[in-house]
């Protein structure tokens, strides 16, 4: 059985369309927030604007910070250079090759 015939569509409200205490409400509703990188926190070699600011605003808020990429091409230490460009001092980074480690890890030692 498919689950979208279980559970009934909900149309969710943009953000910027809540109250202020809504907004506020939706923000302590989580505890992480993953965000891809490429096309999200910048396009390119590019920032897009206040994305720094919106980090460093949630983990002020206690929230951890994930970022996600597929970008296999890009080293660890490039997403860190491209951190500090935006202001923000740490995030860790999931990327194919750590998700790849981990599922092996976890194959391996559940066979065992």
Not at 94 to 109: A, D, K, P
């Amino acid at each position: 059985m498919d689950c979208r015939t279980i559970m009934p569509a909900r149309k969710v409200p943009h953000i910027l369309k809540l109250s202020p205490q809504e907004q506020k409400e939706f923000v302590n509703s989580f505890d992480v927030v993953m965000c891809d990188c490429d096309g999200v926190m910048w396009l390119i070699a590019s920032p897009l604007p206040r994305t720094g600011e919106a980090v460093n605003a949630l983990k002020a808020g206690g929230k951890k910070g994930l970022c996600v990429t597929n970008n296999s091409m890009r080293a660890d230490d490039d997403y860190e250079h491209k951190f500090v460009g935006i202001r923000v001092k740490y995030l860790q980074i999931v990327s194919q090759t750590l998700l790849r480690l981990c599922v092996g890890f976890m194959i391996h030692y559940m066979s065992h």
